[in-house]
């Protein structure tokens, strides 16, 4: 993956982390004391020596993901719908625009999409669990349509 012509590795994801515990330091005071619980896969940078130290350093706990499975990411069941709805048919002159944009759509978001993104998560992961852990994406075809 690349984002502004840097490829994530290891040390840029960790970056990454220090930015979000900052946020969640400064956004939601004493989160940090309960502890954190992060899903995500095992990609490269998730999975490096580098990265699993800095978890285990801050006490992160990680919600095991099992490989291929869009079905368990929120952002892909439960955001990238809407959004490409939201999305559908707009034109932008500039890369700014854009992100003027998308910002202006997650502002308006009710707080309740993303507490039904997450809740739904738990049901999928149950899911997962029942079929041991196979791609079960399929048996969520008609869920993502109706969103």
Not at 35 to 60: C, K
Request: aromatic share 10%; charged share 25%; proline share 5%.
């Amino acid at each position: 993956m690349d984002v502004e012509g840097q490829c994530i590795n290891a040390a840029r994801y960790c970056s990454t982390l220090d930015r979000v515990k900052e946020a969640i330091r400064r956004k939601r005071p004493g989160l940090l004391r309960w502890g954190v619980v992060l899903q995500h896969d095992n990609a490269t940078p998730h999975s490096a020596n580098l990265t699993q130290q800095w978890l285990q350093r801050y006490g992160w706990e990680i919600l095991p993901h099992p490989a291929h499975s869009p079905d368990l990411a929120p952002s892909d069941f439960h955001l990238f719908g809407p959004l490409k709805r939201h999305l559908g048919g707009m034109a932008f002159e500039t890369e700014d625009d854009l992100i003027s944009e998308l910002r202006n759509w997650f502002d308006n978001l009710d707080v309740d999409f993303f507490r039904v993104g997450i809740n739904s998560l738990l049901s999928r992961w149950q899911k997962c669990i029942d079929l041991h852990e196979d791609y079960v994406e399929k048996q969520w075809k008609s869920e993502l349509q109706s969103v």
